[in-house]
């Protein structure tokens, strides 16, 4: 009656170890020594396109006086921007305001509504940068009295972009193979890769000054970085 009882668990037994033995290499290899490395990529480029921030704000005792006083600069300094080539695609309305002035409140008299104040705000997009002073100068010419919000970038900013990945997988590699050797151990495959965002577009330090008209520009180089994380197998202790 014992014999097919031990057989039966000497059975079951075979089959555990046959089931946990996928398992254990699993572990093992799970164990496998890593190291995981985060390297940065940046290129500078010469940008090729500007963007500005440009508008009109006009003052007057009634509101609808100067709201149609700031739209029709409006529409003045649109007209122009059809005449220098500027896209409609190029140019968008970014602002329409209307605010009241107040007056009195300091010398303890009660404060009253003295005007009002009007905004017009054009967001423009200037593809040929040889003309940006031009385009400038002609705007402030034709009543635009605010400026702000002038940046450099790419219409293709993909090239560089690519590059910049390339320079960050190198930067990681780079980084692994010096930690694995002064660990004493050789560097094993690339077991993942991801990029930790990027693509930032930012102004590097002025360095070419074109003028036209009065408005000297300044476009400087664009630059575009990025991060990737990658994770290594170690191998064996380096002879």
């Not at 089959?15 to 290129?43: F, H, K, N, S």
């Not at 960050?168 to 991801?194: C, N, Y």
């Given at each position: 009656?014992?014999?097919?009882?031990?057989?039966?668990?000497?059975?079951?037994?075979a089959?555990?170890l046959?089931?946990?033995?996928?398992?254990?290499a699993?572990?093992?290899?799970?164990?496998?020594?890593?190291?995981?490395?985060?390297?940065?990529?940046?290129?500078?480029?010469?940008?090729?396109?500007?963007?500005?921030s440009?508008?009109?704000?006009?003052?007057?005792?009634?509101?609808?006086a100067?709201?149609?006083?700031?739209s029709?600069?409006?529409?003045?300094?649109?007209?122009r921007?059809?005449?220098?080539?500027?896209?409609?695609?190029?140019?968008?309305?970014?602002?329409?305001s209307l605010?009241p002035?107040?007056?009195?409140?300091n010398?303890g008299?009660?404060?009253?509504?003295?005007?009002?104040?009007?905004?017009?705000?054009?967001?423009?997009?200037?593809?040929?940068?040889?003309?940006?002073?031009?385009?400038l100068?002609?705007?402030l010419?034709?009543?635009?009295?605010?400026?702000?919000?002038?940046?450099?970038?790419?219409?293709?900013?993909?090239p560089?972009?690519?590059?910049?990945?390339?320079?960050?997988v190198?930067?990681?590699?780079?980084?692994?193979?010096?930690l694995a050797?002064?660990?004493?151990?050789?560097?094993?495959?690339?077991?993942?890769i991801?990029?930790?965002?990027?693509?930032?577009?930012?102004?590097?330090?002025?360095?070419?000054?074109?003028?036209?008209?009065?408005?000297?520009?300044?476009?400087?180089?664009?630059?575009?970085?990025?991060?990737?994380?990658?994770?290594?197998?170690?191998?064996?202790?380096?002879?």
């Amino acid at each position: 009656m014992t014999r097919p009882v031990r057989s039966h668990v000497a059975l079951i037994a075979a089959t555990c170890l046959a089931l946990a033995a996928p398992a254990v290499a699993m572990a093992q290899e799970a164990q496998a020594p890593r190291i995981t490395v985060t390297g940065e990529g940046e290129v500078a480029a010469t940008p090729d396109m500007a963007r500005v921030s440009l508008g009109i704000t006009a003052q007057n005792a009634k509101a609808d006086a100067a709201m149609n006083e700031a739209s029709q600069v409006a529409e003045t300094l649109i007209a122009r921007l059809d005449e220098l080539g500027i896209e409609a695609r190029d140019r968008q309305s970014s602002d329409i305001s209307l605010r009241p002035l107040w007056s009195g409140g300091n010398d303890g008299t009660e404060r009253v509504i003295s005007g009002f104040e009007a905004g017009n705000q054009l967001s423009v997009r200037v593809r040929d940068l040889d003309r940006l002073g031009e385009v400038l100068g002609a705007v402030l010419e034709d009543g635009a009295n605010q400026l702000s919000g002038l940046s450099f970038g790419l219409q293709d900013p993909k090239p560089v972009m690519e590059d910049a990945r390339r320079a960050a997988v190198e930067d990681a590699m780079q980084k692994a193979r010096v930690l694995a050797e002064a660990a004493g151990l050789s560097l094993g495959p690339v077991l993942s890769i991801a990029e930790a965002g990027g693509g930032g577009q930012a102004p590097a330090p002025m360095m070419e000054m074109a003028r036209a008209s009065a408005v000297p520009v300044a476009a400087g180089e664009t630059v575009l970085s990025t991060q990737v994380t990658m994770v290594f197998e170690l191998g064996e202790a380096a002879e």
